[in-house]
């Protein structure tokens, strides 16, 4: 029988945990409707409260964290325990590589125990090197260090805070920067005198985490958002000591498919305004140093995607015209307008495809990708070219900071499911390679860790790249637990990085694999657009036959595997969790998008109108009836669900709070099974959960706890 919710609600105040029941969301029946006239119910509509102000939905919400609580209180020594290892492989004091620009030297540090970074700088000069930096700073020598920003105060008292982005006017004088108290990435932008460390009395709210100084130092172009979507809609500029209330429009962008954001050319010759939708794009430019007036690079087209820097007396152009699925490079002239305009540099190769490209004097360094895997090409000026080796099957590299062009060194960064992040520098005329930093991480010795790189059929005959990792010793015989991991959606690739919470999951002999699947970009722009749309269903197949592949090779038993995923892998979740809930045994969804069409059809809420030519246009009869076919909120039935654990941040502006809130309701009212279903609502915090470095391990310990609880993973052997 079910019980009301205000009675279950004081049942949870009154019940000893130990027979403590979930909260009962009421049902109010509510039809949504689609233009064209579909229509369906929701009976827990209800729990949206654009405010976050509801007096019932938040009691709701509140339940189920006490739920929570209690049902995961015989965890929490093991969730300590988690904490405890995790935080301990942390090296509290580390700081990031030096870089130089403009005569400073700027990198980030931490404090022992502090949750947020301290942006610095020192000044260059003798003996001022990258390496030497790193020296002082291990060694505590902070006597000629500026702090830019230290973000610890900024955040003291507040259950939320972040600095989105911070700038450095052109004459190193002033600092511009962008912060947010609340999680739901509205910014608030700020100055600062670096000379004599005053914040001025300038303010300006509402803004996306996007600065660009002009030449004159007193001039700040910001990007502000629409108030209620939440979308990038207008660049604007300040001129410091000038009402921001009468800052002068510059751009507004009338099409409210297409993000928004704005920088500085290479050469530090024109700021720019990039505008990108889903399936096109367009840049704007105007000279850094007299900024009045914007001139279009070359005008939008549908199809036609392209972003560009300006280097060497010419524009550099990545675009995917004329048929370049995986994107070729091209040259324009200064002052180019038209497409007419453009020249082949770099032909388009349908076997690598590429992701993004930094230009210096001498060279031009190329990030791609190739049999679903990373790699950096250098060309050099005279037309010769190579690749920058890696030591691993299965491995991440990409283009680190390069904030100068005159150098012969290129930075690169360098990762793997068992190698630490690793920064290198390669001088590209001698071939000489020296490591800057690698990641510190106490108590981890990678000699007793092996990866491997596999490839899975799937049900189409299409073959899925997939990475592992373990503890060595481990053997293949069918017994071990496997924790699985993807995304799958915007063409993101999930690339097999180190993660040092996983350790502790390798530790006590669990797989960890991460599915990647079709809707990422790792094997070239198809194999996004094979998991987008409608072949969205591909996702879902490819993480379910990963699964099964992975157990019948041995490297799990059947009835001890997790999953996970978040936001778009959350919609990922959602999806398995009601196609193939036999092969899972937990899931993990976190701040998961579940309630695809009825988000789709609503173009109030955040993105929503920039994603129609991702996942399409609900108001369309062919994208509704796709849609409702794979919506987990709408394919939720009376069947026996794995144990899930469901986490989501009151004010997230990505993920509105009311879709996993209306999914677990429905999950409780037509489970079957037995097994428990968690929902926790960070009540301060939004798409990224809580803020600090701390903070969020916290939260991981606790379904990591769940996790390995329901797998019936024993203590480190």
Do not use: C
Not at 5 to 21: D, E, Q, V, W
Not at 111 to 136: H, M
Not at 291 to 306: I, S, T
Not at 567 to 588: F, R
Request: net charge negative; hydrophobic share 35%.
């Amino acid at each position: 029988m079910r019980m009301p919710f205000l009675f279950a609600l004081a049942l949870l105040m009154t019940t000893p945990p130990a027979i403590a029941a979930p909260p009962d969301a009421e049902r109010k029946p509510f039809t949504v409707t689609a233009p064209f006239g579909a229509s369906r119910q929701d009976d827990y509509y209800w729990l949206r409260d654009d405010t976050r102000q509801d007096r019932r939905m938040l009691a709701y919400l509140e339940a189920e964290n006490a739920y929570a609580d209690q049902l995961l209180a015989p965890l929490k020594p093991l969730q300590e325990k988690l904490y405890g290892e995790i935080v301990a492989r942390i090296k509290q004091d580390d700081s990031s590589v030096p870089y130089r620009e403009r005569g400073w030297w700027y990198y980030s540090r931490y404090e022992k125990g502090k949750d947020y970074p301290v942006p610095a700088r020192r000044k260059d000069g003798p003996g001022v090197d990258a390496v030497a930096i790193q020296a002082a700073n291990e060694a505590g020598d902070f006597a000629a260090e500026q702090v830019l920003l230290d973000v610890n105060q900024l955040a003291a008292g507040k259950d939320y805070f972040s600095v989105g982005d911070y700038e450095v006017s052109p004459d190193n004088t002033l600092l511009a920067w962008a912060e947010d108290d609340a999680g739901r990435r509205q910014y608030t932008i700020r100055f600062r005198n670096l000379a004599t460390g005053e914040v001025y009395p300038d303010t300006i709210k509402g803004v996306s985490p996007n600065l660009v100084w002009a030449d004159d130092n007193r001039t700040l172009f910001y990007v502000e958002n629409d108030p209620e979507t939440l979308l990038t809609v207008r660049v604007k500029k300040h001129v410091l000591g000038t009402p921001a209330e009468q800052d002068p429009l510059v751009y507004e962008e009338e099409d409210d498919s297409f993000y928004m954001g704005i920088g500085r050319t290479r050469d530090d010759k024109y700021i720019t305004i990039g505008l990108d939708s889903t399936v096109s794009s367009e840049v704007r430019y105007a000279p850094a140093a007299d900024p009045r007036e914007f001139r279009v690079l070359a005008p939008r087209q549908r199809d036609v995607e392209y972003d560009a820097d300006h280097h060497g007396g010419r524009w550099v152009i990545r675009t995917n015209a004329d048929g370049a699925t995986n994107f070729k490079l091209v040259t324009a002239p200064s002052d180019a307008t038209s497409r007419k305009q453009w020249q082949d540099w770099l032909p388009h190769d349908p076997e690598g495809f590429i992701e993004g490209y930094e230009l210096f004097d001498g060279f031009t360094a190329v990030g791609e990708r190739s049999g679903g895997l990373e790699r950096v090409r250098i060309l050099r000026a005279d037309g010769s070219q190579q690749y920058v080796a890696a030591d691993e099957p299965a491995y991440s590299m990409g283009l680190s900071v390069n904030a100068e062009p005159d150098t012969q060194w290129l930075r690169y960064g360098y990762t793997s499911l068992t190698t630490p992040a690793t920064t290198y520098e390669l001088n590209v005329a001698t071939g000489e390679r020296r490591q800057l930093k690698q990641q510190v991480v106490p108590g981890y010795d990678p000699s007793q860790y092996a990866t491997e790189r596999l490839w899975v059929e799937a049900r189409d005959g299409v073959r899925i790249p997939v990475s592992l990792v373990y503890r060595k010793g481990f053997r293949k015989d069918g017994t071990a637990a496997l924790f699985q991991y993807a995304y799958g959606s915007y063409g993101i690739s999930m690339d097999p990085g180190f993660n040092g919470p996983v350790v502790s999951l390798l530790d006590r002999g669990v797989v960890y694999a991460i599915a990647h699947i079709r809707g990422g970009q790792e094997l070239g722009r198809k194999w996004y657009e094979d998991g987008k749309l409608l072949r969205k269903q591909n996702t879902f197949n490819d993480f379910v036959d990963v699964t099964r592949a992975l157990v019948a090779q041995g490297y799990a038993a059947p009835g001890r595997v997790a999953a996970m995923g978040g936001s778009a892998g959350g919609l990922l979740m959602g999806a398995v969790a009601n196609q193939a809930p036999q092969d899972y045994k937990v899931i993990v969804a976190q701040v998961p998008f579940v309630d695809v069409v009825t988000t789709m059809l609503d173009p109030s809420i955040p993105l929503t109108t920039n994603e129609y030519d991702e996942w399409g246009n609900p108001e369309q009869p062919q994208y509704y009836e796709y849609m409702l076919k794979y919506s987990p909120y709408d394919n939720v039935r009376a069947q026996a669900y794995p144990a899930m654990f469901v986490g989501t941040g009151l004010w997230d502006s990505q993920v509105q709070y009311w879709e996993p809130a209306k999914w677990v309701a429905k999950l409780r009212d037509l489970n079957t099974g037995s097994a428990p279903i968690v929902f926790r609502t960070n009540m301060d915090a939004g798409h990224g959960g809580k803020s600090g470095r701390f903070r969020r391990f916290r939260e991981q310990a606790e379904y990591y706890a769940f996790v390995l609880d329901q797998l019936g993973v024993a203590e480190k052997p």
